[in-house]
């Protein structure tokens, strides 16, 4: 990936804009992570020292080791300084008497905001809105979820985000609403009359077929 220069919103299934930043962990590059076989939930906040955004970060920290497993790399951004990051985060593990053991990227020039389409004009023409990036290990936009100022986000949502994501490569699989891991999950529908026929009179071996264009299956308990 080469580091990104222009403005625009990436979107799901394109390359996700590589960049070097400072951050409260040195200077990162998105491409470090990606290169190694990490998923990546870049997510961004309007600004330190706000109760929402607290009650996120600490979150994300408690459940640090969940992201952990699934082998996801958490990367924050907002516009704020590195030095306001450091105290902030600082004021939250002391608070909480948790870590923050992610990096925090300090984009004052806005050039990650920009190339993420993070500052919304119409919610604020200086903070950054609250965005989740999910991106794969070859370095691939997979899921993007923008929210307002006012609301948090569900952190048990976004680490099935990246459960599902995983099983659906890993599988060639859907994941139907609400999946959660150990449920089944949707097979691929026949794509010609003569095979969905087949899959609705009894050619549907070890599936549960709803109708001939929705079958679900079990995955093997490790998945």
């Not at 593990?93 to 905001?113: H, R, T, Y």
């Not at 809105?129 to 952190?155: C, E, H, S, T, W």
Request: with cysteine.
């Amino acid at each position: 990936m080469s580091i990104a220069t222009e403005s625009r919103i990436p979107r799901i299934l394109e390359t996700a804009p590589d960049f070097q930043a400072k951050s409260t962990h040195g200077v990162i590059k998105l491409s470090d992570y990606t290169s190694k076989g990490k998923w990546v939930m870049l997510f961004s906040h309007p600004s330190d020292f706000t109760p929402v955004c607290s009650t996120e970060f600490m979150e994300f920290a408690r459940r640090a080791d969940d992201f952990e497993k699934i082998n996801v790399q958490l990367i924050g951004v907002s516009i704020d300084s590195v030095f306001s990051h450091i105290a902030w985060v600082r004021d939250m593990e002391q608070m909480s008497g948790i870590a923050i053991k992610f990096p925090v990227i300090a984009d004052l020039d806005q050039k990650v905001s920009a190339v993420y389409g993070l500052v919304h004009e119409a919610a604020s023409d200086t903070a950054a809105i609250r965005a989740v990036f999910a991106i794969d290990p070859k370095g691939l936009i997979r899921a993007l979820i923008y929210y307002p100022m006012q609301l948090g986000r569900n952190v048990d949502e976004l680490i099935r985000v990246f459960q599902a994501l995983q099983v659906v490569d890993a599988n060639g699989v859907s994941c139907p609403a609400n999946w959660q891991p150990g449920q089944q999950v949707i097979v691929p529908a026949p794509a010609t009359v003569e095979d969905a026929a087949k899959r609705t009179n009894g050619g549907g071996a070890g599936l549960d077929v709803k109708t001939w264009y929705l079958s679900k299956k079990d995955l093997p308990a490790a998945q």
